[in-house]
């Protein structure tokens, strides 16, 4: 039998992991549809049923999901990861939000072509942008009883470790570093039983 969803995305992490994290927590069967990033992607992507042209893309009884923190909302939904009301979830949606934040000023950085712009863009990026966050979440996460959010597990705790290793990958550097608190849902998502069998079986990727 058919896996009732269907996630298309690239054979790496970045925006399409978390969906995979979520779905697997919940243990909704998926088909997990990695697509190759390399010289045939011109080819292959005019083939796909992309709405707005991007990746990552959630098939589910012959509709089409896109925006990849939409889909992970939906996918906690699913997964019961959400709050238990409207301010519970806005709390969730608002740690996200953040997390995605700074994963769009990485990206600034990291994929800067101008050697000399992407020069001027690292000091501002490690000195000022990274310890202005750590320093937020680590609060955050202290707060709420080493989680993001509602102090218990949510899926913006899945969300950001499965960014962790894209996020890692485009500093250079480990983000956890000198950071317990982020350290710590790392840890503990990590260590969940389907979390854990997900990441038995992911394939292995430079990020």
């Not at 925006?15 to 995979?20: K, M, S, V, Y």
């Not at 320093?135 to 989680?147: P, R, S, T, V």
Request: charged share 25%.
């Amino acid at each position: 039998m058919a896996a009732a969803y269907k996630l298309t995305y690239f054979n790496s992490t970045a925006l399409g992991e978390a969906i995979r994290f979520i779905l697997s927590y919940g243990k909704i069967e998926f088909e997990d549809n990695r697509l190759a990033y390399d010289d045939n992607w011109p080819s292959v992507k005019p083939t796909l049923p992309l709405p707005y042209g991007q990746l990552p893309i959630l098939e589910h009884d012959g509709k089409i999901a896109y925006q990849s923190l939409a889909i992970c909302r939906y996918a906690a939904k699913q997964a019961k990861l959400v709050g238990s009301n409207d301010w519970e979830d806005l709390e969730i949606d608002a740690a996200a939000d953040t997390i995605n934040d700074l994963r769009m000023k990485i990206g600034q950085y990291h994929y800067e072509k101008d050697p000399k712009v992407k020069e001027q863009k690292k000091s501002p990026l490690f000195e000022e942008t990274l310890p202005f966050y750590i320093e937020k979440f680590e609060k955050q996460i202290e707060k709420n009883n080493g989680y993001f959010a509602l102090g218990k597990l949510t899926w913006a705790d899945l969300y950001f470790v499965s960014l962790l290793k894209y996020l890692n990958y485009m500093l250079g550097k480990e983000l956890t570093d000198g950071a317990p608190g982020l350290r710590g849902i790392n840890e503990k998502v990590c260590a969940l039983p389907q979390i854990k069998a997900y990441l038995d079986k992911r394939p292995q990727t430079r990020c």
